[in-house]
């Protein structure tokens, strides 16, 4: 039923959970599972990474593979597929695009729970993907703020 899963982190503790939860589906369905983080930084979203000063580049790059780290801790005794991914640019899309492209049956992702300013101002990266995927898309709730 969920072939391929894909499992947005940004390191927060709903996209933890959520990965834990991503697993227990796996494990049932015997899916593949893809964490992706997205490094989102506003100086790369205005222009091209090339034009960003290389430490900047490496710093987001290292901080993005701890957050793959952490979650990557918990498929620790997961017996099938697991793969990960770094991307850059806007959470959302990235998301959309990446799962429609590679075909993933099952998008697993966290929601933090911003307070009704802070989700007006900023978007909901979890709303932006619940309106645009094209495949199920499974939130999974953070502790309230």
């Not at 899963?5 to 893809?34: H, M, Q």
């Not at 964490?35 to 790369?44: D, K, N, V």
């Not at 697993?108 to 993907?129: A, C, E, T």
Request: glycine content about 8%; hydrophobic content about 40%; proline content about 3%.
């Amino acid at each position: 039923m969920f072939r391929k899963i894909l499992v947005p982190i940004d390191g927060s503790d709903a996209a933890l959970r959520a990965a834990n939860y991503a697993k227990g589906v796996a494990e049932k369905f015997d899916s593949a599972v893809t964490l992706l983080h997205i490094i989102e930084h506003p100086g790369y979203l205005l222009t091209d990474t090339k034009d960003l000063p290389l430490n900047l580049i490496e710093d987001m790059d290292k901080n993005g593979e701890q957050v793959i780290a952490e979650a990557l801790a918990i498929f620790a005794d997961f017996a099938g597929r697991i793969s990960t991914k770094l991307e850059y640019g806007h959470a959302g899309k990235k998301i959309t695009e990446l799962s429609k492209e590679n075909g993933y049956s099952l998008i697993v992702m966290g929601r933090r729970g911003l307070s009704g300013v802070k989700q007006l101002l900023m978007g909901s990266v979890s709303n932006y993907v619940l309106h645009y995927s094209q495949c199920p898309t499974l939130i999974i709730k953070g502790e309230k703020q």
